[in-house]
T-cell receptor, first 114, second 110 residues
Framework: DQQVKQNSPSLSVQEGRISILNCDYTNSMFDYFLWYKKYPAEGPTFLISISSIKDKNEDGRFTVFLNKSAKHLSLHIVPSQPGDSAVYFCAASGVGAGSYQLTFGKGTKLSVIP | DGGITQSPKYLFRKEGQNVTLSCEQNLNHDAMYWYRQDPGQGLRLIYYSQIVNDFQKGDIAEGYSVSREKKESFPLTVTSAQKNPTAFYLC?????????FGPGTRLTVL
């Protein structure tokens, strides 16, 4: 049973336009959410995170939005650049003894077309 | 330079052999983790350790073992009991909610 879902395996966007990557979760105990970027044969790189007490967090070209009632978060990249082409993973963690554990989605492959 | 190192980058082993993957961090993080990634899949947690001399099973611990004798080191042994060991293995560490990853080890069992 997937607790974190990224329903779009791939996304193509023109350079300079906005990229929107989506993520849904089912576990209401999740209270911290992260986005990672991953190139082939490399480890994931942390991009941005958001706590459940916020609905938006911004860092340069990257903005994460959280809609707790819908159990949905999204990552906006604007403007998109060819170097943004990678697989993006959404991850979530919850309160309690397992609070440091992350549950990952299966990833969305973003291709930014020059 | 602070970071997480994993060695080697590529590893080949014959079926039935145990193999140990190295993970070292100099970030002074208390918690360390091992994940496995298969093609088209997300990262799945194998084992994690929140403190020295203590570790817990993750979602897919069968066929794996770990030790945490030093804060900086968290080696993973892939035993012959692991039915499908060929995968990309990632080590991570954290001092809070955010985990930072090493470069990974690609293990291929022939």
């Amino acid at each position: 049973d997937q607790q974190v879902k990224q329903n779009s395996p791939s996304l193509s966007v023109q350079e300079g336009r906005i990229s929107i990557l989506n993520c849904d979760y089912t576990n209401s105990m999740f209270d911290y959410f992260l986005w990672y970027k991953k190139y082939p044969a490399e480890g994931p790189t942390f991009l941005i995170s958001i706590s459940s007490i916020k609905d938006k967090n911004e860092d340069g070209r990257f903005t994460v939005f959280l809609n707790k009632s819908a159990k949905h978060l999204s990552l906006h990249i604007v403007p998109s650049q060819p170097g943004d082409s990678a697989v993006y993973f959404c991850a979530a963690s919850g309160v309690g003894a397992g609070s440091y554990q992350l549950t990952f989605g299966k990833g969305t492959k973003l291709s930014v077309i020059p | 330079d602070g970071g997480i190192t994993q060695s080697p980058k590529y590893l080949f082993r014959k079926e039935g052999q145990n193999v140990t993957l190295s993970c070292e961090q100099n970030l002074n993080h208390d918690a360390m983790y091992w994940y496995r990634q298969d093609p088209g899949q997300g990262l799945r947690l194998i084992y994690y350790s929140q403190i020295v001399n203590d570790f817990q099973k993750g979602d897919i611990a069968e066929g794996y073992s770990v030790s945490r004798e030093k804060k900086e080191s968290f080696p993973l042994t892939v035993t012959s009991a692991q039915k499908n060991p060929t995968a990309f293995y990632l080590c991570a560490s954290s001092t809070g909610n955010t985990q930072y990853f090493g470069p990974g080890t690609r293990l291929t069992v022939l």
